[in-house]
């Protein structure tokens, strides 16, 4: 079997992190979670469930995504074999090893899964520490030219989507590669290297979900860590709660529409 490293990044994510490491540790053969300074648990929680982890030092005071995609390829750069780097909102389900070495025996050296919109239907609902993440919150919107047009309004991807029905839109996925590094754009949404899309294996985003005060909490803390001499830089971190809620409630529309259920996938 080929070996696979995780690596992430992080600041103050002890509400996501139980599930995701949980989810994850029996998936990979490694992980480097680069932490960004968090003030609250998550070092702890990193060194008490997946204590053969590596957790670093991030050398950057702001959270500046293009030196942050810069510091996660010098992190590729060491790291011999396959390497995907997912933020704690992504969950990267199917048979990760499997799959790997079924596109490395036909000599792809880079794929990217098909992603999912993840969305609180029940927002009152209360969490369990102990049930996954996605069996409490199933449901997510295919990240597809359909969403793109309904929530990004572009007439572009859907035309593109129209007359080239082969093309597929990056979206929320994650590229997965054995390349020295991915060559990544400013938030690691495309890359430079050729890339073959897959559904063997899914990415579920959890952007909107769970849509509780934790969760509302945590998508508005970041604003403290983007860099004060830019004020435009990371625009989509620089958001009210009113804004936040108002793509909440779009997206739960959605959800309702095309939404699927991802416990059944």
């Given at each position: 079997?080929?070996?696979?490293?995780?690596?992430?990044?992080?600041?103050?994510?002890?509400?996501?992190?139980?599930?995701?490491?949980?989810?994850?540790?029996?998936?990979?053969?490694?992980?480097?979670?680069?932490?960004?300074?968090?003030t609250d648990n998550s070092v702890d929680i990193i060194k008490s469930m997946a204590p053969d982890w590596q957790v670093i030092d991030s050398s950057l005071q702001e959270f500046d995504a293009l030196m942050t995609d810069f510091e996660v390829q010098k992190i590729e750069d060491k790291i011999a074999g396959w390497k995907v780097c997912l933020n704690t909102t992504e969950f990267l389900l199917g048979p990760v090893k499997n799959t790997i070495a079924k596109y490395e025996r036909l000599g792809v050296k880079s794929i990217y899964?098909?992603?999912?919109?993840?969305?609180?239907?029940?927002?009152?609902?209360?969490?369990?520490?102990?049930?996954?993440?996605i069996e409490q919150k199933p449901r997510g919107i295919p990240d597809n030219?359909?969403?793109?047009?309904?929530?990004?309004?572009?007439?572009?991807?859907?035309?593109?989507?129209?007359?080239?029905?082969?093309?597929?839109?990056?979206?929320?996925?994650?590229?997965?590669?054995?390349?020295?590094?991915?060559?990544?754009?400013?938030?690691?949404?495309?890359?430079?290297?050729?890339?073959?899309?897959?559904?063997?294996?899914t990415i579920c985003w959890f952007g909107f979900s769970p849509w509780n005060k934790e969760g509302i909490d945590r998508k508005?803390?970041?604003?403290?860590?983007?860099?004060?001499?830019?004020?435009?830089?990371?625009?989509?971190?620089r958001v009210s709660f009113e804004k936040l809620q108002k793509q909440y409630l779009r997206h739960r529309w959605l959800a309702k529409v095309l939404g699927i259920n991802m416990v059944f996938k």
């Amino acid at each position: 079997m080929p070996k696979i490293t995780l690596i992430s990044h992080f600041y103050n994510e002890e509400m996501l992190l139980p599930y995701w490491i949980r989810h994850h540790k029996d998936l990979f053969d490694h992980a480097i979670l680069i932490n960004h300074a968090s003030t609250d648990n998550s070092v702890d929680i990193i060194k008490s469930m997946a204590p053969d982890w590596q957790v670093i030092d991030s050398s950057l005071q702001e959270f500046d995504a293009l030196m942050t995609d810069f510091e996660v390829q010098k992190i590729e750069d060491k790291i011999a074999g396959w390497k995907v780097c997912l933020n704690t909102t992504e969950f990267l389900l199917g048979p990760v090893k499997n799959t790997i070495a079924k596109y490395e025996r036909l000599g792809v050296k880079s794929i990217y899964p098909r992603a999912m919109i993840m969305v609180d239907e029940d927002p009152e609902k209360k969490l369990s520490a102990d049930i996954s993440l996605i069996e409490q919150k199933p449901r997510g919107i295919p990240d597809n030219i359909i969403y793109n047009f309904l929530i990004r309004r572009s007439i572009r991807q859907l035309l593109k989507g129209i007359f080239k029905p082969r093309w597929r839109h990056v979206g929320r996925s994650r590229l997965i590669h054995c390349n020295r590094i991915a060559g990544y754009n400013v938030g690691r949404h495309s890359w430079v290297h050729q890339a073959k899309p897959i559904d063997d294996l899914t990415i579920c985003w959890f952007g909107f979900s769970p849509w509780n005060k934790e969760g509302i909490d945590r998508k508005l803390g970041i604003q403290q860590k983007l860099p004060k001499s830019n004020p435009t830089w990371g625009g989509h971190h620089r958001v009210s709660f009113e804004k936040l809620q108002k793509q909440y409630l779009r997206h739960r529309w959605l959800a309702k529409v095309l939404g699927i259920n991802m416990v059944f996938k």
